[in-house]
């Protein structure tokens, strides 16, 4: 079965302004589930402006620096609705919410985030590299048998009525420095790494959304 699926890239855009979007959009097919209407789903491309965001269960003590000293990196603080703790949104990090509805794909919670990692999972071999799952941290990490485990990926979703928002956040030529002043996701024992870093060149953007296009194609059977 292919689900129909609206693809929008909205290039750089500010973190309120594409949260509201998907709000929106959200709404909109909780509305056609309960219409009984089929409708189309959505996925969202974006980069961010330098912000910080704290998911409904984080703890705002993984926020390393103050007010004065995020403006002086020229980055936002805000608390969201989705799960995980806190992350780092940034230009040259790619970050895809689908917002779609469970039911239309045949899967369950798990499964959905299972498929988000997935995606990720196979864009990575394309450079050389084994994105990996580790038990009990959600996203995609690197190595994570070794004393090295580096998170590359971080995930964190919102479902209601069925219906999914927020998603993943791909480091591809992201200035990992901006994650030192924070405990990434939570963690203080694991690092943070990029695509840069790893196979040490700059990828260019539109090369990575057409990979990853592709295999949310692949895995979750969409059709754009």
């Not at 002086?72 to 780092?88: H, L, M, Q, S």
């Not at 084994?130 to 190595?143: N, T």
């Not at 090295?148 to 200035?175: E, P, Q, W």
């Amino acid at each position: 079965m292919i689900r129909k699926t609206e693809l929008i890239d909205l290039g750089t855009l500010n973190y309120r302004a594409a949260w509201e979007k998907q709000e929106f959009l959200l709404e909109k097919l909780k509305e056609e589930k309960r219409m009984c209407q089929t409708g189309i789903n959505y996925l969202l491309l974006v980069e961010h402006p330098h912000v910080y965001t704290l998911g409904r269960n984080g703890d705002k003590q993984n926020m390393l620096i103050d007010a004065i000293q995020l403006k002086a990196k020229n980055a936002e603080f805000i608390k969201v609705d989705r799960g995980g703790d806190i992350t780092y949104h940034g230009y040259g990090q790619l970050v895809a919410y689908p917002i779609i509805r469970l039911d239309v794909f045949e899967i369950g919670v798990k499964e959905y985030v299972f498929k988000l990692e997935e995606v990720v999972i196979r864009t990575l071999l394309n450079y050389g590299l084994k994105g990996e799952r580790l038990q009990g941290a959600i996203g995609v990490w690197l190595d994570t048998d070794t004393n090295a485990a580096r998170k590359i990926c971080a995930i964190g979703v919102r479902c209601s009525g069925f219906v999914t928002m927020h998603g993943f956040a791909l480091n591809v030529n992201t200035d990992l420095n901006y994650f030192n002043y924070i405990n990434p996701c939570g963690f203080i024992d694991k690092g943070v790494t990029s695509l840069e870093k790893e196979i040490n060149r700059k990828t260019d953007m539109n090369e990575i959304k057409k990979l990853i296009i592709q295999n949310f194609q692949d895995v979750f059977e969409m059709e754009f």
